[in-house]
């Protein structure tokens, strides 16, 4: 009992969402968040931006459902589930960016949480004195401060800018700056949300190192990625959230092989014009997908090699018809890594969305595809690239045989999951 640093209790977040408009208020809430940000980290001034929506058509939604689980003093808990599954809410709560609906949670301990948007920085303030207002909050001295300080900066790389505004950082310096102070100003606890999304390689193995590194100095890090192989190395507990509710809590290898089988089981199961964990304005709905052969006959797995009509089925809203439109199909294999993406703009294809409904095909030949498991993420976006409608996970594909080299082999899918032929040859 001594060393638990978190507990939280029947915890549960209702959120009122506006019908037709869950994009726009979703945005909308995460623009607050950021305005926010100075409020949000002194953790005293709580303004939850989802009460204000006055739509008629308002319906609740349960974003956590009566969650509960303990943490311990060093723990390394990774959170793991789908887009939409709660995990960003869970660790907002824990920050105290926003209150639970019901339930409660009690931290021992200082915190020190680097959200998805970057919340914790005052956007007026530079980098300078955003740290030393964030270590302040943390109750550090002055001096505790200048210690870290130089540490900071070297890790954040942002030396030159310091006396710069934060607001006129780029988001990869933000990110950077933001979780140096995060993980160098030893709180009791470390909450990271999907940072390795930002920033380039070099940058995200250099969190990686520090979250390992805070870990074993017997700090308690949690952790949400999407990237698996990043939870494993780094996490020895996980815990699967399941549209909100919590589905496993156990060590990291357990739940990340839960998390793979629902993730290849449970994509198609709902239709994808009913699927709430979508992005984007709105104006047009993606309403189903599927893959058909050569003939047009529709298929239940693909064959490396082989030629296929990737099809997508829409609803406009609007009433007018929307000219071009960029499509967007996108494979991940089953570590998350996104390993293919289809876009008309890259041949110039031209794509109009009818008034009303239709079809969009997209013909690939030669399926580059290794033999495996795959997550399809599906988007409609305008040319100004303002996102109309984007669904993770839409779909999960197989890939079983085929004969993509024409010698029967079918490459070697544990190691690697794009075929190429090539000619061998000694000289
Ligand atoms: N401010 C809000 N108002 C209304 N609905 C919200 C709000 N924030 C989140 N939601 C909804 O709550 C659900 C859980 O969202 P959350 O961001 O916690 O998911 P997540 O697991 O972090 O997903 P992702 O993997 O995409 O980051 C989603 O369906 C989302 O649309
Ligand atoms: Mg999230």
Redesign the pocket.
Known sequence: MSNTIIRVENLSKK?I?GHQK?GV??YK?LRDVIADGAKSVSRKFLKP??KKISNPAREE?W?LKDISFEIKQGDRVGII??????????LKILSRITEPTTGRICIKGRVASLL?VGTGFHPELTGRENIYLNGAILGMSKAEIKNKFDEIIAFAEVEKFLDTPVKRYSSGMYVRLAFAVAAHLEPEVLIVD?VLAVGDLHFQKKCLGKMEEVGKEGRTVIF?S?NISAIEALCQRGIL?QH?NLCIDSNVQTAIQRYLEEATNNTNATLLEHR??RKGSGKAKITHFRVLDFLKSEVTYLQSGNDYYLEIKYANTTGKSLKNIIVGIAFKDEYYNRILLLKNKFTGSSITLDKISGDILCFVENLPLANGLYSVALSLEDFSNELIDQI?DASTITVDGGNFFGTGSYGEPMFCKILMKAQWVTN
Do not use: C, M, P, W
Request: charged fraction near 30%.
């Open positions: 959120y969402i869950e208020h979703r809430a931006s989802d939604f974003a589930g789908r887009n939409g599954a709660g995990k960003s809410t869970l998805e999907e949400v999407h959230l909100g709430r964990d993770q």
